[in-house]
């Protein structure tokens, strides 16, 4: 399988905003609640299996330590996750990463509000101990829109330090949407997969695309209050279908970007469905087609089991 070096197969001319990457929603939720549980895995199994884009959310513990979180739900110690993107970039170095780490935005329940803090003093210290920003962190360019993934090898550098608020040293503020409405998130798969296709249409940017597809739980939507994995199992028949409908027209396929959801890791279908849509926008060295073909479906087999 290809899935720990995918981007090896990639050209050089082609840019990041044209190229299809798997992303992680709530990438650091192993081990959490069922009802704020997104993933099974911690993220070193997630780069293994394909993703490379990583939506981090932090909060601080009563100790002091920085921890990741998932609304009220706090998980382990964000020095645990860094060790795994330490040990992912020091043993392939084909790969280049999108992280986008910030604290969890503030959250109302009736009359109260949540809020949730991540000195960035303290994340600056642990980013430096251990994935070194001041090394490998790309900055180097003025337009996100026109960067190349030749750009990239050229500078040596292994990822992109996304915060709205350039909160952390080496962060930056890079032009990005992020298409969602209750409603249609909030529907069940069939629905959903049918509705949300429109965000292409309706939300345009010239900066990185992130299309969600995972349905979102609430209050007052057809899905109700319920859990990531469940979810996961009702869109599961219905993935294809949503990523044949981005392949099937030429503007959908050309926006296809950073294309997020929930990996219960059960197998590669989801990875696979996404990671295809690189070949049919002509993104594979030539040449290698057929190899990048049949990695990915070298992965077929179900590899893993929900949690």
């Known amino acids: 399988m290809i899935y720990n070096r995918w981007m090896s197969f990639i050209k050089d001319d082609v840019r990041l905003k044209s190229l299809v990457i798997p992303g992680s929603h709530n990438a650091c939720t192993r081990n959490f ?9 911690d993220v070193y199994t997630q780069i293994q299996y394909g993703i490379r884009h990583f939506c981090i959310r932090l909060d601080t513990v009563k100790r002091g330590e920085i921890v990741t979180c998932h ?10 996750v860094l060790e795994c993107f330490k040990k992912a970039l020091e043993e392939n170095e084909t790969e280049f ?9 503030p959250q109302k329940f009736g009359p109260f509000t949540f809020r949730y803090k991540a000195e960035p003093a303290k994340v600056n210290l642990l980013l430096k101990e251990y994935i070194e920003p001041e090394k490998y962190a790309f900055t180097e360019f003025d337009d996100i829109s026109k960067v190349t993934m030749g750009d990239i090898r ?18 930056l503020d890079c032009p990005y949407i992020f298409p969602w409405e209750k409603k249609v998130n909030g529907s069940h798969a069939e629905d959903f997969v049918n509705e949300t296709l429109r965000f292409f249409d309706d939300y345009r940017t010239d900066g990185l ?45 050309e926006s296809a970007n950073i294309i997020a959801g929930d990996f219960m890791t059960r197998d590669y279908m989801k990875v696979r469905e996404i990671l295809r849509l690189n070949i049919l926008k002509g993104n594979c060295i030539q040449g290698m087609e057929d ?17």
């Open 71 to 80: 609304g009220l739900s706090k998980g382990e110690p964000f020095r645990n």
């Open 154 to 171: 050229k500078s040596g550098k292994r990822y992109l330090l996304l915060n709205y608020r350039q909160a952390y040293d080496y962060s």
């Open 33 to 41: 609640p069922k009802i704020s549980c997104c993933q099974n895995d």
């Open 97 to 105: 990463f999108i992280l986008d780490i910030r604290e969890y935005y």
């Open 209 to 253: 695309y992130w299309f969600q597809t995972q349905q979102t739980p609430n209050f007052g939507v057809p899905v109700g209050l319920t859990t990531p994995v469940r979810l996961d199992e009702e869109l599961r028949p219905y993935f294809r279908k949503l990523i044949d409908g981005i392949a099937s027209n030429p503007f959908y396929l």
């Open 291 to 307: 190899e990048y073909r049949r990695g990915l479906e070298e992965g077929s087999v179900e590899s893993y089991s929900v949690g």
